[in-house]
């Protein structure tokens, strides 16, 4: 039979175990609760990784960002366009301005602030016969109304720009050919009668050109150039153009009905000009 002190030693010593293991098993750490939300949002991190990793959704993405490129280069071009359109309308106005200004002078030299559509009177003042100017008045008429029919007639046919262009130059070469046989007053007043410009008029001169070598001022008028009448500024330009540069060429001026002969070399006087309508002999 065992003795009682060694059943209490026993029993002390298995307490004393299992107190110690209790306590160990009690020191561990608690396992980490995961909630649901943190579960989807965990997952919808790993998802992103792996789309952003995927060939299709980089190709995507360059795709876009070209196309933000190509915006922005476009944006870049209209605004440059909107630049060069506003600077075309500002010329534009410009040259408004002036033909306005060239219709007021042709006006301020008119003699009649109401003209007739085809002056006869001035035909007669300027030397010709009552006959002779009523033989230019049917011309003349006649070739208004033969443009009025044409246009009628390319409305009504349908023509093309060329064949308009065409026709025109029919009229006008048939129109020139009998002005050619007018002498030079006669045609002058003829154009004065018609209401077309007459005389080329200095209106600025440039210092350093040879109009202001000769002394061509602000107001005179350019009657003739290398001996031919010119009676517009687009005559005088084509003047200018032909020959040899290197010629000396005759240029006659009015200046307060005085007529001046100068003699400059071939080429750009310098001056700006408009082309005005005024009383023959004025």
Do not use: C
């Not at 009504?156 to 308009?164: I, V």
């Not at 602000?218 to 200018?240: K, M, P």
């Amino acid at each position: 039979m065992k003795s009682p002190l060694l059943i209490i030693l026993a029993s002390l010593t298995i307490g004393l175990a299992v107190g110690l293991l209790i306590k160990d098993g009690s020191d561990e750490p608690e396992p980490v609760q995961t909630s649901n939300t943190q579960k989807s949002a965990l997952l919808d991190n790993t998802k992103t990784v792996q789309a952003t990793n995927d060939p299709a959704i980089q190709e995507l993405q360059q795709q876009l960002q070209d196309e933000i490129s190509a915006r922005q280069s476009l944006q870049k071009q209209l605004d440059n366009l909107g630049s060069q359109l506003a600077a075309l309308e500002k010329n534009l106005q410009q040259q408004a301005t002036e033909e306005s200004s060239q219709q007021s002078n042709i006006n301020s030299h008119s003699d009649n602030t109401e003209r007739d559509w085809f002056n006869t009177q001035a035909l007669i003042d300027g030397g010709l016969s009552s006959a002779e100017a009523n033989d230019l008045k049917v011309f003349f008429e006649q070739q208004e109304m033969d443009q009025m029919y044409m246009r009628d007639q390319s409305i009504r046919e349908g023509w093309d720009r060329q064949k308009y262009r065409e026709e025109l130059q029919k009229i006008e070469e048939s129109s020139q050919a009998f002005l050619n046989q007018l002498n030079d007053s006669t045609y002058d007043a003829y154009l004065y009668a018609s209401g077309q410009s007459n005389r080329v008029e200095v209106t600025n001169v440039l210092d350093s050109s040879q109009a202001s070598s000769a002394g061509i001022q602000s107001g005179d008028r350019i009657i003739s150039y290398d001996n031919e009448r010119v009676y517009s500024g687009f005559e005088l330009r084509s003047a200018t153009t032909g020959g040899d540069i290197n010629e000396s060429v005759a240029v006659e001026v009015e200046r307060d009905g005085a007529i001046m002969e100068l003699y400059l070399s071939r080429g750009p006087l310098g001056i700006r000009m408009n082309s005005i309508s005024v009383t023959p002999g004025g």
